[in-house]
């Protein structure tokens, strides 16, 4: 059984012929696309061969004539439709994307932290982003769907900060994160003076009275 946070990226994979599920830890997203037919074919890809042997442990006999599995960091020399590289950090994803000699035409990223400079790093590297969703399992988590695209995109700072989906299409988990977020930035600014923290706080009600102006 999936969680919902697992549920919500195997969601969003677009029909490939191949993905790599980098970081594939048990390999549950991967195998999901397997059996919904989702993925033709599955590289299961970890830097810790432990991981990789959950992954494979977990595939089913059926589908591993469909799977490969690949003990090593990020996606090299790997080519794929789309590459999955979910719970990590986001300048570890750009590094991987950085480091990968053929890049995916689709992604699908969850970065842990350090979402604003992820987004960044797509719109400056020729992808153009479908879809940036926050969401909530226990705890919030962004989601975006990028692709390969000749035309440029240009993300404004609040873009970038909250995602374009998000502002675009406010859902109750947004709001709530935002509240939240509020809540804790008025907490450090009571205990001190911090320009950063202040700044942080416009933007969070900058996007907050937007997406209460939307909900209405």
Avoid: W
């Avoid at 799977?67 to 090593?72: E, I, K, R, T």
């Avoid at 090299?76 to 035409?105: F, Q």
């Avoid at 400079?117 to 926050?134: C, F, H, P, Q, V």
């Avoid at 919030?140 to 909250?162: G, K």
Wanted: proline fraction near 3%; hydrophobic fraction near 40%.
């Amino acid at each position: 059984m999936l969680t919902k946070r697992l549920q919500k990226i195997s969601s969003v994979i677009p029909r490939s012929r191949a993905i790599a599920d980098v970081g594939c830890d048990h390999g549950y997203v991967g195998i999901e696309a397997l059996t919904s037919g989702v993925a033709d074919s599955v590289i299961f890809v970890d830097i810790s061969n432990d991981c990789l042997q959950k992954a494979r442990e977990n595939c089913p006999a059926a589908l591993k004539n469909r799977a490969d599995f690949v003990c090593q960091n990020g996606l090299g020399n790997l080519i794929v439709d789309c590459a999955v590289i979910c719970g990590m950090g986001g300048l570890e994803i750009i590094s991987i994307l950085n480091n990968a000699l053929t890049p995916p035409l689709g992604l699908v990223l969850q970065p842990m932290k350090n979402q604003y400079e992820t987004r960044k790093y797509l719109t400056e590297n020729g992808y153009a982003i479908k879809s940036d969703e926050l969401f909530c399992d226990g705890k919030f988590y962004d989601l975006i769907v990028a692709y390969r695209s000749q035309t440029a995109e240009i993300l404004n700072e609040q873009e970038l900060t909250f995602g374009k989906t998000n502002l675009q299409n406010p859902s109750e988990d947004f709001i709530n994160f935002l509240k939240k977020e509020l809540n804790k930035l008025n907490g450090i600014l009571l205990c001190c003076s911090d320009s950063k923290a202040l700044e942080k706080r416009t933007k969070v009600q900058n996007a907050l009275a937007e997406a209460l102006k939307k909900e209405r």
